[in-house]
């Protein structure tokens, strides 16, 4: 159910989630101003909806939409935003508790064993992916949330058992119950549609005034940084073609696209590949700082792509 604070602010990601897009809204927010006013009437679909900056960026800044659908092939991750849109407040309350706990370990060695057996315990939780989404466990979202905020970068990666296996990442303190986004988040996806599977399924919501932001795994620049595991079957490359195929349905509807991906122009061995599979629509090249490197000096800007069907 939803909660009204008294003064609304701007909602931000409630989790940290590894190629968080919140350094390109200026530039997503520009090819949007394109075509939708704020006041404008129309349905955005999110296929990919992984930590949600564009989405709460575009309900907050485009009060006119008349809907929003989610989708994600990450049950875990789908359960988590539908006790955020359905019971708020166990979910802050669990969230609550969890923050506490692992703030009142003493050291290191003390907060590293907590936060290892939570991740034992939110694999025994596992439930089956239907059951979980369609009756969120909210213990387990509530784990889900804390790894998500003690683990190394923010990562969700799990293994071929589909077991979350990412280390701690020695956060000294914790706030992971920032109640006043959490309540203006929940406030927020009351208008959304949660939905959990294949993204070629939002196929079913296209046509005229729908625009898709399409934010798929990342093609790995090279061979040390693909993190496309966010389930037990990687993201390849005939995946990608599957999303400019993707693409070009939502295009012959008359709806509009914009596609986040990565730049292999300089590093991959076909340098050429998105520039070639992309060709018939506009391409443009943007920086933004990498983040999950495990070496800082790793986390450079980098060049990445937004692709559109928007003039």
């Not at 399409?214 to 693909?226: C, F, G, H, V």
Request: hydrophobic letters at 35%.
């Amino acid at each position: 159910m939803p909660v009204n604070i008294s003064q609304p602010v701007r909602p931000k990601p409630f989790l940290k989630w590894a190629g968080g897009k919140t350094q390109l809204l200026p530039e997503i927010q520009d090819i949007l101003e394109r075509k939708f006013s704020n006041d404008s009437a129309w349905t955005y679909i999110e296929p990919f909806v992984g930590g949600g900056a564009v989405l709460f960026h575009v309900l907050d800044r485009f009060p006119g939409i008349e809907r929003a659908v989610i989708n994600d092939i990450n049950p875990e991750l789908v359960a988590a935003y539908r006790a955020m849109k359905d019971n708020i407040v166990a979910t802050t309350a669990s969230l609550m508790s969890l923050e506490k706990a692992y703030n009142d370990c003493p050291t290191k060695e003390e907060k590293k064993s907590f936060y290892c057996n939570q991740r034992k315990e939110f694999n025994r939780l596992k439930l089956s992916p239907d059951s979980l989404v369609s009756s969120p466990h909210f213990s387990q979202v509530a784990l889900f949330i804390f790894l998500n905020k003690t683990c190394f970068n923010g990562l969700y990666r799990v293994n071929r058992k589909g077991e979350f296996n990412v280390p701690f990442g020695d956060r000294k303190s914790l706030k992971i119950c920032d109640r006043e986004n959490l309540l203006r988040g929940s406030e927020c996806l009351q208008k959304v549609t949660i939905e959990l599977g294949d993204f070629e399924e939002m196929l079913k919501y296209a046509g005229k005034d729908v625009l898709y932001y399409i934010d798929p795994p990342y093609k790995p620049l090279n061979a040390t940084s693909s993190f496309t595991a966010y389930t037990q079957e990687d993201f390849s490359d005939r995946d990608q073609f599957r999303v400019k195929a993707f693409c070009d349905r939502i295009h012959e509807s008359g709806g509009y696209f914009i596609l986040s991906n990565s730049d292999v122009v300089e590093t991959d061995k076909h340098p050429s590949f998105f520039d070639e599979l992309y060709a018939s629509y506009t391409i443009k090249r943007v920086r933004a700082k990498r983040q999950i490197n495990c070496k800082a000096e790793g986390r450079g800007s980098i060049s990445e792509l937004l692709i559109t069907n928007i003039g």
